[in-house]
């Protein structure tokens, strides 16, 4: 199993400002992936984040947007840039270790 | 693209009802999962179905992966106000470039009613 945690939980954010949300793991895993969910609805991958190699983005995603670090095993930021309020969502981080974990998610609201 | 084509949207039961929410897809799946998510937490997973016509139960929660491997059910037995919540299945790739990756239906917001 593993216990992941997010920061922030949740911000309000001025549109053309940029966020960075954070996502620990209380154990090693080498796959972390990102999604983004509106309220009640579906999950839609960002990317996938392999420590010690670029992040694998989705369609429809681009890496100026939405910028990833995984510095370590246990650890992975997802930055929102140049924010405007259709970026208003929930921001999940995921593991694979094996069985799928969440955590619990950053509600960004872009004003 | 793989699609997974999940029914109804929406479902308001009264405590002690059974329901069965549907994941379909024309695409085959190595495996099919289901979660479960509460308001301000991370989907939960409940399951994980990996042989076609499988059934495995969970309590009150009975999911059946079809025989060929495209299509799930979770069916609730007397349902009851702590099963609200919203339910996704996910399929697991079963081949090409898409190889391991989850696809999300679009989920099911599940309310019971005291």
């Known amino acids: 199993s593993a216990v992941i945690s997010q920061k922030p939980s949740r911000d309000i954010c001025q549109r053309g400002t940029s966020l960075t949300i954070q996502c620990q793991v209380d154990s090693q895993v080498t796959m972390m992936f990102w999604y983004r969910q509106q309220p009640g609805q579906s999950l839609t991958l960002i990317a996938t984040?392999?420590?010690?190699?670029?992040?694998?983005?989705e369609s429809g995603f681009v890496i100026d947007k939405f910028p990833i670090s995984r510095p370590n095993l246990t650890f992975s930021t997802l930055t929102v840039s140049n924010m405007s309020p259709e970026d208003s969502s929930i921001y999940l981080c995921?593991?694979?270790?094996?069985?799928?974990?969440f955590g619990p998610g950053t509600r960004l609201t872009v004003l | 693209t793989q699609l997974l084509e999940q029914s109804p949207q929406f479902l308001s039961i009264q405590e002690g009802e059974n329901l069965t929410v549907y994941c379909n897809s024309s695409s085959v799946f190595s495996s099919l999962q289901w979660y479960r998510q509460e308001p301000g937490e991370g989907p939960v997973l409940l399951v994980t179905?990996?042989?076609?016509?499988e059934v495995k139960k969970l309590k009150r929660l009975t999911f059946q992966f079809g025989d060929a491997r495209k299509d799930s059910s979770l069916h609730i037995t007397a349902a009851q106000p702590g099963d609200t919540g919203l339910y996704l299945c996910a399929g697991i790739n079963a081949g090409g470039t898409s190889y391991g990756k989850l696809t999300f239906g679009q989920g099911t917001i599940l309310t019971v009613h005291p």
């Open positions: 984040a392999n420590q010690g190699s670029e992040a694998t983005y």
């Open positions: 995921s593991v694979e270790t094996p069985g799928r974990f």
């Open positions: 179905v990996v042989t076609g016509g």
